[in-house]
Nanobody, 123 residues
Framework: QVQVAESGGGSVQPGGSLRLSCEIS????????MAWFRQRQGKEREGIAD???????SYESSVRGRFTASWANGGNSLYLDMERLTPEDNAMYFC?????????????????WGQGTQVTVSS
């Protein structure tokens, strides 16, 4: 019943930065966790980050130290701040909501998904 929608994707040069946003609406059950996933062309969807209601985060190793997930707008929005982007970060990025303490490596536990926003990293 909860709805999430990503925005903020676009084109950026290698080494650049980008902020993705996820807007949350509809009937929600709190507390809950959210996560960011991405899917590169021709590859499987992969989880890259999650965030708990209290703001605690965890990250997949390839983005740890470069990407930061954070709550915004009183919990009605979720950000993903991406830095030092590389062509390997080219992907469709999705946000998803799930029960409290669900992790990025548990995609089956997330029940509400956005439509995705494209990030293109190229020279």
């Amino acid at each position: 019943q909860v709805q999430v929608a990503e925005s903020g994707g676009g084109s950026v040069q290698p080494g650049g930065s980008l902020r993705l946003s996820c807007e949350i609406s509809g009937r929600t059950r709190t507390p809950f966790s959210m996560a960011w996933f991405r899917q590169r062309q021709g590859k499987e969807r992969e989880g890259i980050a999650d965030i708990d209601p209290d703001g605690t985060t965890s990250y997949e190793s390839s983005v740890r130290g470069r990407f930061t997930a954070s709550w915004a707008n009183g919990g009605n929005s979720l950000y993903l701040d991406m830095e030092r982007l590389t062509p390997e970060d080219n992907a469709m990025y999705f946000c998803a909501a799930g029960r409290k303490f669900v992790r990025w490596y548990q995609p089956q536990e997330f029940t509400s998904w956005g439509q995705g926003t494209q990030v293109t990293v190229s020279s």
